[in-house]
C-alpha cells in the first residue's frame, strides 16, 4: 500500500534507527571454513553473519595473503546476501592497519563490517575507526563500513559506554575468554562455560554493563559463543539465557551445529509477532496515530516495539502475515 506511510519514514524522525542485525555472528578463520559458512548461508538465508577472522585465523608472516583471502571470499559471487565481514588484528599487533588497507581497497564495497578486538580503551577504537576512514577515502570507498568492537579487557569495560557511543559502531561483542583470561585466576576456568558463565559474579557484571552501554547507546549487544559444539539443547540453552536473562539480541557461534539453536532462541515469541502485525497495519491505516487492540491503548511508542520486533522476526526467519509482508517488507 504505497499511499500509506512506512513506519521506518515515520516512527524514528530525527532518531537513529536501531540497527537490526542478523541473530548470529558465525566465526571462520580459514577459507574452506569460509565456504562451508557461505554454503550453510545459502540454504538457511541471511539469518546468519559471517566473520571471516583476520586475527586468530591467520598465520603468523602470512596476514596480509590472510587478508586478502577474506577480501576475496567477500568479493566473490557466492556471497549472495551481503552479509560477510571480517575481524581484524588488535592495535599492539604489528600488522592491524596493513589488515584494514587490503580488506577495505579490495572488499570494501560488500564488507558488511569490521570487527575490532581487544581493544585497551575508547581511544584504541577511535584510533582503529580513523584508520578506516582513512583507507575509505584513500580507495575511494564511499559508503562508511560499520564497526563492531570486542569487550574483553579491563579498559574496555570501563569504557563501553563511550565506545558505544562513537560514531559507526553498531554492535558490543562480549569476549568471554579473554576477559576470564585477563583476571589471573581469581575468576575460575568453569566460568567460561555454563552455568559458571551466567553465575560468576564479575562476568554477570561485565554481561549486563555491555548489554546495558550498547542498548542505551542503539548499538547491538552480541552475546559470546558457547563452547558446547554438539548438544543442540546445551546451545539453545545457552543462547536463552543470554537474551532472556542478559538481553543480548545476538550471539557468536563457532561451528554450523550452532547457528540454527542459536537463531531459534533469539526469535520473538510467535503470539507477539502476531499481535505485531495486527497493531502495526491498523495503526498504519491511523496514519500513525493512537489506536485501539484487543482494549488497550498504542500509540508511536508501542509502534517502535512491535516494528523493531516485526524486523527482528523477518531477519531471524520467522513466517510474517502475509499483509505485513507486503505492507511493511514488499
Same mark, same amino acid.
Given at each position: 500500500?504505497?499511499?500509506? =506511510?512506512? $513506519?521506518? @519514514?515515520?516512527?524514528?524522525?530525527g532518531?537513529?534507527?536501531f540497527? !537490526?542485525?542478523p %541473530?548470529?555472528?558465525?566465526?571462520?578463520?580459514?577459507?574452506k571454513?569460509?565456504?562451508?559458512?557461505?554454503?550453510v548461508?545459502?540454504?538457511?538465508?541471511?539469518?546468519f553473519?559471517?566473520?571471516?577472522?583476520?586475527e586468530?585465523g591467520?598465520r603468523a608472516g602470512?596476514?596480509?595473503?590472510?587478508a586478502?583471502m577474506?577480501?576475496?571470499v567477500?568479493m566473490?559471487?557466492?556471497?549472495r546476501?551481503?552479509?560477510?565481514?571480517a575481524?581484524?588484528h588488535?592495535i599492539?599487533?604489528t600488522?592491524?592497519?596493513?589488515d584494514v588497507?587490503?580488506?577495505?581497497?579490495q572488499?570494501?564495497?560488500r564488507?558488511?563490517?569490521?570487527?575490532? =578486538?581487544? $581493544?585497551? @580503551?575508547a581511544a584504541?577504537?577511535v584510533?582503529?575507526?580513523?584508520a !578506516?576512514?582513512s %583507507?575509505?577515502?584513500?580507495?575511494?570507498?564511499e559508503?562508511?563500513?560499520p564497526?563492531h568492537v570486542?569487550?574483553e579487557?579491563?579498559?574496555?569495560?570501563?569504557?563501553?559506554w563511550?565506545?558505544?557511543a562513537?560514531?559507526?559502531?553498531?554492535?558490543l561483542?562480549f569476549?568471554?575468554m579473554?576477559?576470564?583470561?585477563?583476571h589471573?585466576?581469581?575468576?575460575?576456568g568453569?566460568?567460561?562455560?555454563?552455568?559458571?558463565?551466567?553465575?560468576?559474579?564479575?562476568?554477570?557484571?561485565?554481561k549486563?554493563d555491555i548489554?546495558?552501554?550498547?542498548l542505551?547507546n542503539?548499538?547491538?549487544?552480541?552475546h559470546?559463543?558457547t563452547?558446547?559444539l554438539?548438544d543442540?539443547d546445551?546451545?539453545?540453552?545457552d543462547?536463552?539465557r543470554?537474551?532472556?536473562e542478559?538481553g543480548?539480541?545476538r550471539?557468536?557461534?563457532?561451528?554450523?551445529n550452532?547457528?540454527?539453536?542459536?537463531?531459534?532462541?533469539?526469535?520473538?515469541?510467535?503470539?507477539?509477532?502476531?499481535?505485531?502485525?495486527?497493531i502495526?497495519?491498523?495503526a498504519?491505516?491511523?496514519?500513525?496515530?493512537?489506536?485501539?487492540h484487543a482494549?488497550?491503548l498504542?500509540?508511536?511508542a508501542?509502534?517502535?516495539?512491535?516494528?523493531e520486533?516485526?524486523?527482528?522476526?523477518?531477519?531471524?526467519?520467522?513466517?510474517?502475515?502475509?499483509?505485513?509482508?507486503?505492507?511493511?517488507?514488499g
Amino acid at each position: 500500500m504505497p499511499s500509506l =506511510p512506512h $513506519p521506518e @519514514s515515520v516512527l524514528f524522525q530525527g532518531e537513529k534507527p536501531f540497527p !537490526i542485525l542478523p %541473530a548470529v555472528d558465525h566465526y571462520a578463520g580459514s577459507e574452506k571454513l569460509m565456504c562451508k559458512a557461505l554454503a550453510v548461508q545459502h540454504e538457511l538465508g541471511p539469518v546468519f553473519d559471517i566473520t571471516c577472522d583476520c586475527e586468530d585465523g591467520a598465520r603468523a608472516g602470512a596476514e596480509a595473503e590472510h587478508a586478502a583471502m577474506a577480501a576475496a571470499v567477500v568479493m566473490s559471487g557466492d556471497n549472495r546476501f551481503g552479509r560477510v565481514g571480517a575481524r581484524i588484528h588488535d592495535i599492539t599487533h604489528t600488522h592491524w592497519e596493513q589488515d584494514v588497507d587490503i580488506l577495505v581497497s579490495q572488499a570494501g564495497q560488500r564488507l558488511a563490517f569490521l570487527t575490532i =578486538p581487544k $581493544p585497551r @580503551s575508547a581511544a584504541d577504537v577511535v584510533r582503529q575507526i580513523e584508520a !578506516i576512514r582513512s %583507507a575509505e577515502q584513500k580507495h575511494s570507498i564511499e559508503r562508511q563500513i560499520p564497526v563492531h568492537v570486542l569487550i574483553e579487557t579491563h579498559g574496555a569495560l570501563r569504557d563501553a559506554w563511550e565506545i558505544a557511543a562513537l560514531d559507526r559502531v553498531e554492535s558490543l561483542d562480549f569476549g568471554l575468554m579473554d576477559f576470564v583470561s585477563g583476571h589471573h585466576g581469581a575468576i575460575p576456568g568453569s566460568a567460561m562455560r555454563s552455568p559458571g558463565q551466567f553465575e560468576h559474579p564479575l562476568v554477570v557484571r561485565a554481561k549486563c554493563d555491555i548489554a546495558a552501554a550498547a542498548l542505551a547507546n542503539g548499538v547491538v549487544p552480541s552475546h559470546n559463543v558457547t563452547t558446547e559444539l554438539k548438544d543442540i539443547d546445551y546451545i539453545r540453552r545457552d543462547a536463552e539465557r543470554a537474551r532472556r536473562e542478559f538481553g543480548y539480541l545476538r550471539m557468536w557461534s563457532i561451528h554450523p551445529n550452532q547457528i540454527v539453536p542459536i537463531v531459534e532462541a533469539m526469535r520473538p515469541d510467535f503470539s507477539e509477532v502476531e499481535d505485531a502485525s495486527s497493531i502495526l497495519i491498523a495503526a498504519q491505516d491511523a496514519h500513525w496515530g493512537p489506536i485501539q487492540h484487543a482494549g488497550k491503548l498504542h500509540d508511536r511508542a508501542s509502534y517502535r516495539y512491535y516494528w523493531e520486533l516485526l524486523k527482528r522476526a523477518s531477519t531471524t526467519g520467522m513466517s510474517v502475515p502475509d499483509d505485513a509482508r507486503a505492507r511493511f517488507f514488499g
